[in-house]
């Protein structure tokens, strides 16, 4: 009861929250909605017994995520209204069409065979030694090429925003405004 | 009592809403957070599928989605302030270069 409960409640939020993110004009108001989003996302983690994802989600998107776009942000012009283009409804209608055609493609094989469980769940383990467990056992390798491919993001993200880092643009504008300012005067 | 479709359902429409995100923003920034949308969607489904069929392959592979997410920011955030050093703007047109 309680549960159908909070699957409505949560389910009806998080639509609402990505619809804002969608369709609002300020970056400010997207980005807000989008972490309130992540937030309610990771309710229906909890519900599903995930319990260590849940967790992951909140950190992980809510925490660094989102953070990470808090500070990008801080380069960009962000209180300007956002543009947007506004496309037929024949693009809707089309990549609709595809995207419910490669659903079919992907599913009905699957359909058509049975599905099992490949690694049955454990009976009275707690989720997150489960996940343990599955995680440095079945997935190893995996996991390291994760770990290997955040490595090579986070370099990749120092290297790429570190860029032309002396130079201030702020300060290359007061100088040219003195500049500007001198010329007037003379 | 809450279906294995319900949570279908609803990672279904999580997608569409990123998919319109994706389809009408021009703001490569909003773009990117339409993105998040279609992932977190996936996500939802992936954790939905392993609790109602008993198997935790559908977690782990909402994990390294998360992983592969927060890879994908660091890289594109860098990506997006290169280019708006080099342009000054984060319109999607701006990117059309090559048009004869």
Same mark, same amino acid.
């Given at each position: 009861m309680y549960e159908t409960i909070a699957f409505y409640l949560f389910a009806f939020l998080?639509?609402?929250?990505?619809?804002?993110? *969608?369709?609002?004009?300020?970056?400010?108001?997207?980005? $807000?909605?989008?972490? !309130?989003?992540?937030?309610?996302?990771?309710a229906f983690f909890f519900l599903l017994d995930a319990d260590f994802l849940g967790a992951v989600q909140i950190v992980v998107y809510s925490g660094a995520v989102m953070a990470i776009y808090a500070f990008g942000m801080m380069f960009f012009d962000t209180l300007n209204e956002v543009k947007e283009r506004n496309p037929k409804k024949v693009v809707f209608v089309l990549s609709g069409l595809i995207?419910?055609?490669? *659903?079919?493609?992907f599913v009905s094989p699957i359909?058509? $065979?049975?599905?099992? !469980?490949?690694?049955?769940?454990?009976?009275?383990?707690?989720?997150?030694?489960e996940v343990g467990i599955v995680l440095f056992t079945k997935y190893l390798v995996p996991f390291e090429l994760a770990a290997v491919m955040l490595l090579v993001a986070m370099i990749a993200g120092i290297i790429l925003a570190g860029k032309k880092m002396e130079k201030s643009e702020t300060e290359t504008e007061q100088e040219e405004e003195v500049v500007f300012e001198k010329g007037v005067e003379q | 009592m809450v279906t294995l479709n319900d949570y279908l359902i609803l990672s279904a429409i999580l997608f569409s809403i990123g998919l319109i995100g994706v389809l009408r923003r021009k703001n490569l920034l909003l773009l990117f957070f339409a993105t998040e949308i279609m992932l977190n969607a996936v996500n939802v489904a992936f954790a939905a599928i392993s609790k109602f069929y008993g198997d935790l392959s559908g977690q782990m592979f909402a994990f390294f989605i998360i992983a592969i997410a927060a890879s994908e920011v660091a890289v594109g955030l860098g990506l997006l302030i290169v280019w708006y050093k080099k342009k000054g703007t984060l319109d999607l047109d701006s990117l059309a270069t090559m048009k004869g």
């Open positions: 998080t639509i609402a929250m990505f619809w804002i993110t *969608v369709t609002t004009n300020n970056a400010l108001y997207a980005m $807000s909605s989008l972490a !309130a989003g992540m937030i309610f996302i990771s995207a419910l055609m490669l *659903v079919v493609i359909i058509s $065979s049975k599905v099992q !469980a490949l690694y049955p769940m454990v009976e009275g383990v707690s989720n997150p030694k | -």
